[in-house]
């Protein structure tokens, strides 16, 4: 396998924009990514797109190359990846490993969700299909049900606190509030976080990410091309996606996530890295909870340990290893399909050097984690400069 | 690269089966894959899904791994691919292309849709989404229009006829007849054909495929170890994906599908074979013009010479080179993410020499074109006995 490197990344904002489609955003993404790595359409060999569920959000299936035609790629093999939450993580998993394998040199990976057009209810009712809706659709449990019972284990087995949860939003939301992209700049205090409206509980308001449009793109080549795009290529260390049983009443241990656990340490095999190497990461907050049980999968802390570790504030932007520095789902948003590609974007601008005042102190090896489902699909991809 | 090889294969029936779930179906195709192989699910190193819509017609989402848990197949990555109707076909490209470069050894593909469950007009509006929704969708072009339009424009330049068209359908209905797990098992007259209720002219009823429920699955291997599974093994000796516009206006010519063309030629290239060597195909039949035009667009037979080509009886099950020997979308049925990987399984079982009433004489290298759209995806596959 060859090694593969990241030269050029393109984000739209997140956020509600009720004058924007799913095609120009996600037309937006890739053109500035491709202009960010000086590479004409004409160069793609295949594009892959993560999308949940567009044809449901915005009633347009066959996205690839809907898409690709109006970034002036045909030809080529265009690809849409489902995997629920973690769309966008699959297709550049999917990406990377033919750039690896030699099937492809230069590949535009996209992400995007258009998901504002739609009412609360109507998201909730899409994002419930990622779940089990023989089972745990049918006896209505949506998303935050089921992040809720999750927390409440975790309560009952770790002693974990309301708190430690809020903490994860406060942090989330202070980091978010100097992202120029982010969908909500809004600094919240702990007071407010655990006063937050009730969902399900212990979930309050502030315990849910975002309902976000939104969309990402990277360009993507063999490590031994880089430099005839780029003198910043950001280096794929290792990458892996794995699965779990879709139903949470499968899993032997709802605190836990088998499959990011298996995704985390053949990432980590292929990187020949340890947890304790991974200076920072992006990882998949959908809940302040899924926050908490990342950290502990990904093995940056002991199992149970996760609430602690936010609560003491040593997660935070200047502390000993940042998590979500971007604001994480919480803040920044969450375009379904685009957020896998989001966070590769997010890591890849810290390794450069170009988060402007949410640069972190060391950025030379970073982590994306991706969730799909409850745990059903996980993607961890390890980053580092050259 | 190196070359792979199909060692199992499994179809459920297709049809309409209301006391089905689309969940089963896919079990069922799976598991006779698993066997036919003699592969045990923890055997499996990954696990490609081709499904078009499982969201929108049974409201199930994330279906790689919710399919891949019953199967015992967790921890290994499982990914869904929507390309429209080339889902299938695009799942198998992807798979076969991650066999040929050495990132998995032992791979399951399965393609399935549950359509059913759903009335004919709103199956009409869910197909629609692989068109382009804010063009023609707008305008009210459903997939038989689009077609409509396709059939009149060949017409008027190459001078094909009701006839010709009729001549699809009833050869297409001879050979399902004869196939066990089609959906219709019903011999129809030219008279008929003829005589069919009008959908969108100039295309009747018996113009168009069906809607059906149903599963496919084939597992793949590197050739040099398929004789751990299978004294029959079938090699893909080509294949290719490619993409063109999504929206019928933005294409040169309607009566050409020009990404057919191209994943035709880098297929043909890889298995170093032309068109002529070809001795069957499966292709694509959603309505009798498409696969007028796929005879012409694979190069059996020269630009609109197509019509005469079916009507002269040349494309029938005895004659020089049999298309839809199965019965095609228009007679064994159309389960949309099922039908690419279901016609590598057809071919196979043609390679095989097991496919009973329908076995051919020239049996040694067969084809199958998988259309997404109207177009915008084409996945062609080359297959041969060693």
Partial sequence: MRPVAI?????TAFGAFPDRTLRSLAVEA????????GVSPSQIEAFYLGNFAGPSFVGQNHLAPYIAGSLGLTGVP???FEAACASGGSAFFHA?????AGLNDIVLVAGVEKMTSQTTPKVTEILAG?????????????????????????????GTTREQLAAVAVKNHANGAKNPLAHMRKVITMEQALAGKMISEPLTVFDCSLISDGAAAVVIVPLERASEFTDQPVRILGIAQTSDYVALDAKADITTFWAVQ???????KMAHVSA???EFAEVHDCFTIAEIVATEDLGFIKKGEGGPYVLEGRTCLRAERPINASGG?????????????????DVALQIRGEAGELQLDRHSIGLAQNLGGSGATAVVTVLGGI
């Fill in 329 to 345: 789902l919480k803040a920044k948003g969450h375009p379904v399909g685009a957020t896998g590609v989001g966070q590769i974007c």
């Fill in 30 to 37: 890739g053109e500035k990514c491709l202009e960010d790595a």
């Fill in 7 to 11: 030269v050029g990344i393109g984000k």
């Fill in 276 to 278: 304790r190497d991974i």
């Fill in 78 to 80: 265009c690809t849409r």
């Fill in 96 to 100: 990377v490993s033919s750039v690896a």
């Fill in 262 to 268: 298996e995704a985390a340490e053949k990432a980590y």
């Fill in 130 to 158: 990622a779940g089990d809706m023989a089972g745990e659709g049918r006896a209505g449990a949506t998303f935050p049900a089921l992040f809720a019972m999750i927390a409440k284990r975790h309560m009952y087995q770790y």
